[in-house]
């Protein structure tokens, strides 16, 4: 996998969350406030030109960090990084994406 991230910026959550759970993966930090999202080469990758984007080793690519975060979740159930009751679920998904 590789991720694409940038400092100050939402990305750094899934970069911590690889960490934690210990997946293999190369990160690319990419100079969002210099505009490189906003360059041919990232906009092939992401067209919506924003980081977090998770290239998965199939080459799909992950977008947003709640979607990333639960995907990568739902890797490995045993890790216990969601709650399996739907009404848990929805509570910890609610705090993951208050903004």
């Not at 990160?27 to 406030?33: S, T, Y």
């Not at 092939?44 to 639960?70: D, H, M, Q, Y």
Request: aromatic content about 8%.
């Amino acid at each position: 996998m590789k991720l694409y991230w940038g400092p100050h910026t939402c990305a750094i959550g899934t970069h911590v969350l690889l960490e934690e759970i210990g997946r293999p993966y190369e990160a690319e930090k990419i100079d969002v406030a210099g505009g490189a999202t906003e360059e041919t080469w990232f906009k092939a990758i992401n067209p919506k030109s924003k980081v977090p984007t998770l290239v998965l080793n199939n080459g799909r690519v992950l977008t947003e960090f709640g979607a990333i975060a639960v995907w990568l979740a739902r890797q490995d159930p045993a890790l216990n990084l969601l709650p399996t009751d739907p009404d848990e679920e929805e509570r910890a998904l609610s705090l993951m994406d208050y903004a």
